[in-house]
């Protein structure tokens, strides 16, 4: 075997704590990485596996620091490093792609000059061959114009586009090691895949070594060849990622795969449904963009086009589909925060379009909403006691102390008992502020909650117990549950029924099984496929699947409805609707 | 959040402290002062500090302590009062447009952008030139001058805080606009408006000497700090207490204004309760 590429030996990294003490969040952690070869850091978050990717650039915040153990890179010790040889390492040996693409890259600068720049620092090539070598990347990348991208500016690309060109600024000088934190974690489900792909293909070609940091089991299992695993900055084990991840052996491990979403918990329950509660009848919400000029006429844009669906007394439905595929906005339409621009939405029969201030105001008092964002959706500067009684404000007839005990209450439900009413939202993880949240939304007893994404911030053993918490309170209080997606694990595990949106139109929808088991729509084979799972596989094991359903022909004269003009709904089993258009 | 544990804070205390000293001798100075604050006495002339004058005399021979103790009083009532109707107008104002949005906003942000382009001192001169000096002249004056940039922090912090899903989640739960901004918008801003105020202080106090440097403020004989400040430069190099004095009360009452400010904009913010 070749020397390693990278070689870390019992590395020890301390915090200062505000008390002035210091407090080890990685220790004694030793693992190699061979040329070519894509080593991945797992765990949850404070494990410490983003301070290892850092300090192997000598990146740490200001409040951390090395306190032992050995980084050999090539040979070359780092943690000893001066500052000038490490500015000759960063960059041209080592490659860093980060989470956040949107602000990775200098959005005042083209793409084209960000890329030459470190060519022309390091490599000290001429202008012609440092042009040359960031358009065969940026091709290498599958940007579909290169010399197109090579003069705009970052802004001109979306998110999976910007963490491609990123990709290819940071490869283009063919680095010894990528360090990739998280690359994918802000992308697409479809788009992520797009992204890893390339990665994995290019990096293997290079010969880089690469340092995944990464949350997400599902990928990691499909892309790394080897495995650590990182608890309370420690490593729990290491490993080949089949044996590590397919045949654990650590109680940790095992608990965290156990976290996974798995089909047979709750959900898939057609017999739950009752009459219906919620009918949405050709709706479409527009925007305006804000012209340029304000003399210009504002351009429109349909969110929204044209989506029909009900919801029953008791079911969850799950709408799911990328950004911008308008699941958003039909939640937010639900809850009057946007108002439709066509069609009706109906509650328990009623028009809601047409609903007086007061009838809006008893209809808030039956539907709430579930915010994504624990860190936004709680005011600071209340205790969580304030945030669950504003909850029973509008109900008529309760004195303020009753709404203080009812609010307790609440969050003694949701698992925050005792004095937890006079904390501050700072004081709480991104769990326990979402139990705030769900607390917040029930107080009232609604017969319909929506939840955009309540479990996409939260760590897989997190979002475990909100999943699970969500399906008691459904047991116990029987509000119907609209639960707003882009992790199709998830939507497996709790949704009766499920509904997949593609650029404002639903594309397909039915039972869970119907749609995970029979999909008919290309999209949703194609999000099907670009969510790899971990299941059980019969004792104590676990297998990689990946969602390969062969495509069913659309019916004779038709094909897959996929934008453009209004589509024709084709039930193809009960319950299961999937959009056509005429060929 | 209570205000026991805000006396913790060794800023507030110092600051507390300082500004409790000024506000006595502004008390003081209405009630009882060693002599007449504008009494004459050209036989004690420019006479240096001594056991019968305190801080010594000024060109008229008028007792220091005296107008320093009459003039707290008027520099800071003039102070407080800029900052306060400033504060409370620029609020609105900016909270309103910030969170209203539409035309609203479009209105009321031209206006103001038009009254901040001009520079605040030309427009108080201007304003002075009409209404002639008076206490409330200063005030109303610069009130206008300052209200504009107050309005435009709290309409930008607004709009961030606006965007939070605690005030979508208000409306989910039924509240009417003017509720959801008045309880969970504008608490989230006072951070920046207290950090403002207490910079507006400062400027209203050496403003208000400004004015009355060019004879547009408190109208003589009777003394603020500016103005002693302003009357002193003639003598600076002969009796340097008449710059001193005033000079040193003025940094001292900012001083205290500032710590006491960062004390309280700590205090309100629960994320540094602990701190």
């Known amino acids: 075997m070749n020397a390693p590429t990278l070689s870390i030996e019992g590395l020890a990294v301390a915090v200062r704590t505000p008390e002035g003490g210091a407090r080890r969040v990685v220790d004694d952690v030793s693992f190699d990485i061979a040329p070519g070869k894509m080593v991945a850091l797992v765990g949850e978050s404070g494990s410490g596996k983003t301070m290892i990717g850092r300090s192997v650039l000598k990146l740490l915040p200001p409040v951390a620091r090395t306190e032992a153990g050995r980084i050999l890179f090539k040979g070359t010790e780092l943690v000893a490093a001066s500052d000038a040889q490490m500015r000759r390492v960063r960059g041209r040996e080592i490659g860093m792609v980060f989470q956040e693409p949107m602000v990775s890259l200098n959005p005042a600068l083209t793409v084209g000059f960000q890329m030459m720049e470190a060519l022309r620092l390091h490599h000290r090539v001429t202008e012609a061959e440092a042009r040359r070598q960031a358009l065969e990347m940026l091709e290498r990348v599958k940007i579909v114009d290169p010399h197109g991208c090579f003069r705009a500016y970052p802004h001109q690309y979306s998110g999976g586009m910007r963490q491609r060109i990123m990709l290819a600024s940071v490869l283009v000088m063919r680095p010894a090691l990528l360090i990739a934190d998280e690359p994918t974690t802000a992308l697409d489900a479809i788009i992520q895949k797009e992204v890893m792909d390339i990665m994995s293909e290019l990096t293997r070609d290079i010969g880089t070594a690469v340092l995944l940091v990464s949350h997400d089991l599902g990928m990691v299992a499909s892309y790394a060849d080897e495995v650590v695993m990182l608890r309370h900055g420690k490593v729990v084990e290491k490993g080949a990622t089949q044996e590590i991840l397919l045949a654990p052996r650590h109680e940790y491990t095992r608990m965290l795969l156990e976290s996974l979403p798995t089909r047979a918990v709750s959900g898939g329950r057609p017999e739950v449904a009752g009459d219906n509660l919620v009918e949405v009848d050709k709706v479409s919400v527009e925007f305006r963009k804000k012209p340029r000029f304000f003399w210009q006429r504002s351009e429109r844009f349909r969110a929204v086009d044209g989506a029909s669906l009900t919801l029953r007394k008791g079911e969850t439905l799950a709408l799911v589909g990328e950004s911008g595929s308008g699941k958003t906005t039909i939640g937010r339409a639900l809850v009057r925060l946007v108002e439709e621009s066509d069609g009706r939405i109906r509650f328990e029969g009623r028009e809601v379009t047409a609903f007086d201030a007061r009838s809006l105001a008893a209809y808030r008092l039956q539907t709430q909403m579930v915010f994504q964002d624990p860190f936004s959706s709680l005011d600071p500067r209340m205790t969580l006691a304030a945030i669950v009684a504003e909850g029973l404000r509008t109900l008529p007839g309760l004195s303020r102390a009753e709404r203080d005990t009812r609010a307790r209450a609440m969050l003694a439900e949701v698992g925050l008992p005792g004095d937890y009413g006079d904390r501050n939202p700072h004081e709480l993880s991104g769990g326990q502020r979402q139990r705030v949240s769900i607390a917040r939304a029930i107080v009232a007893t609604p017969k319909l909650l929506v939840a955009d994404e309540p479990v996409s911030a939260l760590d897989v053993t997190v979002q475990k117990q909100i999943l699970t918490l969500f399906s008691a309170l459904q047991a116990k209080f029987g509000f119907s549950y609209l639960f707003i997606s882009h992790d199709l694990g998830v939507v497996e595990q709790i949704a009766d029924r499920v509904v997949v949106m593609y650029r404002g139109h639903i594309v397909e929808q039915g039972t869970r099984d119907q749609v995970y088991d029979s999909p008919h729509h290309p999209y949703t084979l194609r999000l099907l496929a670009a969510t790899p799972r971990i299941a059980r596989a019969g004792g104590s094991g676990y297998r990689l699947v990946r969602h390969e359903a062969a495509q069913a022909a659309a019916p004779q004269g038709f094909d897959y409805f996929s934008g453009g003009g209004a589509p024709v709904m084709h039930e193809v089993a009960p319950g299961h609707i999937v959009a056509l258009k005429a060929a | ?275």
């Open chain 2, 1 to 275: 959040m209570s205000w026991r544990s805000l006396w913790r804070r060794p800023n507030a205390i110092v600051g507390g402290l300082l500004l409790l000293v000024m506000i006595g001798a502004a008390i003081v100075g209405v009630l009882y002062t060693p002599y007449d604050p504008v009494a004459n006495d050209l036989a004690t002339r420019l006479k240096p500090p001594s056991p019968a004058h305190w801080l010594g005399t000024d060109e008229w021979g008028r007792d220091v302590l005296s107008r320093l103790l009459f003039g707290a009083g008027v520099s800071m009532t003039i102070s407080s009062f800029t900052v306060l109707a400033a504060v409370a107008v620029g609020t609105l104002l900016g909270a309103a447009a910030g969170y209203f949005g539409g035309w609203f906003e479009r209105v009321a942000m031209a206006l103001l952008d038009a009254l901040l382009a001009f520079p605040s001192l030309i427009m108080a001169l201007g304003m002075m030139a009409v209404f002639g000096p008076s206490r409330t002249g200063v005030i109303a004056a610069l009130t206008l001058a300052y209200m504009p940039s107050v309005a435009r922090v709290v309409r930008g912090s607004v709009l961030s805080v606006r965007e939070k899903e605690y005030v979508e989640a208000s409306r989910v739960m039924g509240n009417s606009e003017p509720f959801t901004m008045f309880r969970h918008v504008l608490p989230n801003c006072v951070a920046p408006i207290i950090v403002l105020a207490t910079a507006l202080f400062g400027w209203a106090l050496l403003a208000e000497s400004a004015l009355s440097f060019l004879g547009l403020g408190v109208p003589p004989p009777a003394s603020s700090w500016g103005g002693m400040l302003s009357d002193s430069r003639n003598y600076v190099g002969q009796a340097p207490w008449l710059a001193l004095v005033p000079g040193i009360s003025i940094s001292l009452t900012l001083l205290g204004i500032n710590l006491f400010g960062d004390a309280l904009r700590d205090q309100f913010d629960p994320r540094m309760k602990n701190l």
